[in-house]
């Protein structure tokens, strides 16, 4: 056991690997390449290449038949650079999280007071992702998040409840993905995304977007507030400080729902995903019961939450329901 787990790094980096040779764009699971075409059009050595094909075949990720590779079902997704898949693969797995890792250990020390991230790198993560030569994860990063949203949205809206609502504002919502599904469904409401923008205000889409910063204020008078993988990127200070400004900005009939994984006793899958988010920004990957002394911290109360039975890396997201 101890083996595998010590040499499972090896199929990561393998992986990566193939998916930055851009090898997956050329194939697909009914038109295959010959390793000779392949690493001509991927301009790489073509033995070495052979080798790691070879292993890919053995991963189930590739499949041969003659003298063809071929992507598998289950790995179809990788010959869309825009996929899920392949953008969870070159975000995660790309060096600037990747490397972080070695000073996961250093983090943890009571002297230490940075993610692995900022031991590694010397800036926090956000703080990264602002510098021009760091633009190509950032924009990585983004197309990632919007394409989660995109892809969670249809559940998101199936058990949100929007009844009687006029009005959202959608804190940290970036490209907008949550609001324009929003605004999709229920035309009537107005829909208005914060995040830190180049720009004060502009319209796109029928969204209303507005540069700002939830630590500093979040806008009033809306009839519900939402937060999709805010809060797991912050310790409990700092959301508690995030859930302040929210009941600020909520009046008596406001509603907030916070879209995140709750975390199950003995689930690998989130206690995994927990660390992954300690090592990037000292996040945290909270229970039910963490929510709600966080939410309690901030003057707020859960008051439902709703499976929404949508699993990314086989976890469940919920929509928490959070009132004054």
């Given at each position: 056991m101890l083996s595998e787990m010590t040499t499972a790094y090896r199929q990561s980096n393998a992986l990566f690997a193939f998916v930055e040779s851009q090898a997956p764009l050329y194939l697909t699971i009914?038109?295959?390449?010959?390793?000779?075409?392949?690493?001509?059009l991927c301009h790489?050595?073509?033995?070495?290449?052979?080798?790691?094909?070879n292993y890919m075949q053995t991963l189930n990720v590739l499949t041969k038949k003659e003298d063809k590779f071929y992507l598998t079902e289950q790995s179809a997704a990788?010959?869309?650079?825009?996929?899920?898949?392949?953008?969870?693969?070159?975000?995660?797995?790309?060096p600037s999280c990747w490397n972080c890792w070695s000073q996961y250990s250093a983090s943890l020390s009571?002297?230490?007071?940075?993610?692995?991230f900022e031991l590694h790198h010397n800036e926090k993560l956000f703080d990264y992702y602002s510098q021009k030569n760091n633009q190509d994860i950032k924009t990585t990063f983004d197309n990632f998040m919007a394409k989660l949203t995109h892809i969670m949205g249809d559940y998101i809206i199936q058990y949100m409840p929007l009844k009687g609502v006029s009005s959202v504002m959608d804190i940290g919502g970036g490209l907008g993905s949550l609001a324009k599904n929003i605004k999709a469904h229920y035309p009537h409401i107005q829909c208005h995304v914060m995040d830190q923008y180049?720009?004060?205000?502009?319209?796109s889409e029928e969204i209303t977007f507005m540069n700002g910063n939830f630590f500093s204020a979040i806008p009033s008078g809306y009839d519900a507030y939402c937060m999709k993988h805010i809060l797991h990127n912050w310790p409990?200070?700092?959301?508690?400080?995030?859930?302040?400004?929210?009941h600020e900005a909520m009046n008596d009939n406001s509603v907030l729902y916070v879209i995140e994984m709750i975390k199950e006793p003995h689930d690998p899958v989130s206690e995994s995903f927990d660390l992954f988010m300690d090592a990037l920004l000292l996040g945290i990957e909270r229970n039910l019961a963490?929510?709600?002394?966080?939410?309690?911290?901030?003057?707020l109360a859960i008051t439902n939450k709703y499976n929404?039975?949508?699993?990314?890396?086989?976890?469940?997201?919920?929509?928490?329901?959070m009132r004054k």
């Amino acid at each position: 056991m101890l083996s595998e787990m010590t040499t499972a790094y090896r199929q990561s980096n393998a992986l990566f690997a193939f998916v930055e040779s851009q090898a997956p764009l050329y194939l697909t699971i009914q038109d295959g390449k010959t390793v000779e075409q392949l690493a001509q059009l991927c301009h790489v050595s073509q033995d070495r290449f052979h080798r790691l094909l070879n292993y890919m075949q053995t991963l189930n990720v590739l499949t041969k038949k003659e003298d063809k590779f071929y992507l598998t079902e289950q790995s179809a997704a990788l010959n869309d650079p825009n996929s899920l898949e392949t953008l969870h693969i070159k975000f995660e797995l790309s060096p600037s999280c990747w490397n972080c890792w070695s000073q996961y250990s250093a983090s943890l020390s009571e002297m230490s007071s940075k993610s692995a991230f900022e031991l590694h790198h010397n800036e926090k993560l956000f703080d990264y992702y602002s510098q021009k030569n760091n633009q190509d994860i950032k924009t990585t990063f983004d197309n990632f998040m919007a394409k989660l949203t995109h892809i969670m949205g249809d559940y998101i809206i199936q058990y949100m409840p929007l009844k009687g609502v006029s009005s959202v504002m959608d804190i940290g919502g970036g490209l907008g993905s949550l609001a324009k599904n929003i605004k999709a469904h229920y035309p009537h409401i107005q829909c208005h995304v914060m995040d830190q923008y180049d720009f004060t205000r502009k319209e796109s889409e029928e969204i209303t977007f507005m540069n700002g910063n939830f630590f500093s204020a979040i806008p009033s008078g809306y009839d519900a507030y939402c937060m999709k993988h805010i809060l797991h990127n912050w310790p409990d200070n700092k959301a508690i400080e995030i859930l302040k400004n929210c009941h600020e900005a909520m009046n008596d009939n406001s509603v907030l729902y916070v879209i995140e994984m709750i975390k199950e006793p003995h689930d690998p899958v989130s206690e995994s995903f927990d660390l992954f988010m300690d090592a990037l920004l000292l996040g945290i990957e909270r229970n039910l019961a963490e929510f709600e002394f966080i939410a309690k911290q901030a003057g707020l109360a859960i008051t439902n939450k709703y499976n929404i039975n949508y699993t990314f890396t086989g976890s469940n997201h919920y929509i928490i329901e959070m009132r004054k």
